[in-house]
Nanobody
Framework: QVQAVESGGRLVQPGGSLTLSCEYPGFTQPYYIIAWFRQVPGQEREGVAWISSSDGSTNYADFVKGRFTISRNRGRNIVYLQMIDLSPADTALYHC??????????????????WGQGTQVTVAA
């Protein structure tokens, strides 16, 4: 069974930067969307960014545009989320997720069938 494993989360100061990684070895489907979501306890999970395997196109939530960059190492099945200018509002558990239907362009949570356990990002002085 394919698994997604996130890493890289830690405590970082406001204004700092961080890069998260998500490995998903063994996933061989050629066309899919892989995304980063985040969730704060008591709040709904929200989509942060996605990247399409078919053409490398990306999309970002408005609240991260210009600060976060999603990228993918195609040969190693790893996706990254580079984050800069972090603020306490970015504190959350960050998950990566895979949509094998390759249609979740609107971050539809129900289309993502493979989820990682998450990595905690805390932004505080």
């Amino acid at each position: 069974q394919v698994q997604a494993v996130e890493s890289g989360g830690r405590l970082v100061q406001p204004g700092g930067s961080l890069t998260l990684s998500c490995e998903y070895p063994g996933f061989t489907q050629p066309y899919y969307i892989i995304a980063w979501f985040r969730q704060v306890p008591g709040q709904e999970r929200e989509g942060v960014a996605w990247i399409s395997s078919s053409d490398g196109s990306t999309n970002y939530a408005d609240f991260v545009k210009g600060r976060f960059t999603i990228s993918r190492n195609r040969g190693r099945n790893i996706v990254y989320l580079q984050m800069i200018d972090l603020s306490p509002a970015d504190t959350a558990l960050y998950h990566c997720a895979i949509d094998p239907s390759d249609t979740a362009f609107d971050f539809s949570v129900g289309k993502f069938s493979i989820w990682g356990q998450g990595t905690q990002v805390t932004v505080a002085a």
